[in-house]
């Protein structure tokens, strides 16, 4: 990664400015919060964080390094992608992979997206660009990533795929639940490894479910699930208390019959022409997820591209029960300067689920910080982190305008491309 490092320093200090106290003024600052209506304002920056804001238009305050003037501007917290994957291919060809993923990261920020969740993934490859990022050495988004848990029969279908068949199930982050496995020994190594959660993925029972979430939680860290796990329902991941559920297109596995499932089939019956969408059994699970605190990560682009249609069914329901909801893509982005998946993501939520703008900015921003276990971002206000983007259009009337900014702000330091 050297090489790149180099490289990527070359380019990213051109377009990088950082002050010692920083001024936006006389702005719209719109919250994240989408209960809190926008205001006029100005933010004043110090290092890496908000420290006031100030309803004076005219009050520039001393000490100020840097003024840029916000007149008819907006601000918003920068974005986040919930469920991403940057590490998932065969990490032997490491140079290419390191090329990929740095334009990949640097396209992110350019569109305003300043934090990610990865899902799973290669964690000694994402360690090195978590700390090469917080370190200033690169440009991206943060990265919080999580540990795979699964059982082995799973890893053994993967043996062969894009990832390293070595590493499936041998691995802190990818690590092969059995019977046998000491669960808090497992979710240590995780969390030695860097992971902020744990995702539970596949060919688990919901006592291994409820058995890692507890472990995780005990530790300090997320419970991420997969909406059906298997032969786990996507109620036995609610009866755990997961943090979270992904993939709005899953929850109809909850009306098959049966306490279990299994993977061939039940995917054989949801794309059978006779299957027939029960959405009071979506009610009761959403419900139940609404109870305990659990967000929802629907990836409505990516089951629509997989034309898992029901997913903007589940997630139009999720909003009206007031389930929290995340901005999740789970899929491809681009290495150059291109349109990046969130915005489809964030425009479906609005067009097909229900959600206002205001509504669709707070999943990618505070629910979606949270989900991650993040309290220091996702919403504008004194003490957070200085992860800002200043628009010139009113993204509560054009929403593609956030992935336009004029400027990025990332822990403090201005941003152009």
């Known amino acids: 990664m050297r090489s790149y490092v180099l490289l990527a320093l070359g380019l990213f200090f051109l377009g990088q400015e950082s002050y010692a106290q920083l001024l936006l003024k006389n702005a719209t600052i719109i919250n994240g919060d989408a209960a809190i209506k926008p205001r006029k304002g100005s933010l004043l920056i110090r290092g890496e964080k908000i420290v006031q804001i100030i309803d004076d238009p005219a009050a520039i305050p001393a000490g100020v390094t840097r003024v840029i003037d916000c007149t008819g501007k907006f601000i918003t917290p920068g974005l986040m992608d919930a469920h991403v994957h940057l590490a998932t291919v065969d990490m032997n060809r490491q140079k290419r992979m390191h090329a990929k993923t740095d334009s990949i990261l640097e396209n992110m920020l350019r569109h305003g997206i300043t934090s990610v969740r990865d899902m799973a993934g290669d964690a000694i490859f994402l360690a090195e660009y978590k700390r090469a990022i917080a370190t200033g050495q690169l440009t991206g988004p943060d990265i919080f990533y999580a540990a795979q848990f699964a059982g082995p029969g ?222 220091d971002r996702g919403q504008i206000r004194e003490g957070a982190l200085a992860d800002l983007l200043i628009t010139n259009t009113n993204p509560y009337i054009s929403l593609p305008a956030l992935f336009q900014p004029e400027m990025v702000i990332k822990r403090g330091q201005v941003r152009q491309w």
């Open 154 to 375: 799973y890893f053994a279908m993967m043996k062969g795929s894009s990832r390293a068949d070595d590493d499936l199930g041998t691995t802190p982050w990818y690590c092969a639940i059995t019977p046998q496995t000491n669960i808090a020994l497992a979710v240590a190594a995780a969390k030695g490894a860097g992971a902020s959660g744990i995702k539970i993925y596949a060919d688990l029972t919901k006592e291994q479910i409820a058995a890692i979430t507890r472990e995780a939680h005990a530790r300090g860290l997320q419970a991420w699930s997969h909406g059906t796990v298997f032969p786990a329902k996507p109620m036995d991941g609610v009866a755990a208390g997961v943090n979270s559920l992904s993939h709005a297109g899953d929850f109809a596995f909850q009306q098959l019959k049966g306490d279990t499932l299994a993977l061939h089939g039940a995917w054989a019956q949801l794309y059978s022409k006779s299957f027939v969408f029960d959405t009071t059994v979506q009610v009761q699970l959403l419900k139940a997820m609404q109870q305990r605190g659990i967000f929802l990560d629907p990836t409505i682009f990516h089951a629509s591209n997989n034309k898992l249609y029901n997913a903007f069914t589940v997630t139009r329901i999720a909003h009206r029960l007031g389930v929290k909801i995340v901005t999740g893509t789970d899929w491809i982005y681009p290495e150059k300067n291109e349109p990046v998946p969130l915005m489809n993501e964030m425009l479906l939520l609005v067009s097909k689920c229900g959600l206002t703008i205001p509504e669709a900015i707070q999943c990618a921003t505070l629910n979606s910080a949270t989900v991650t276990g993040l309290h």
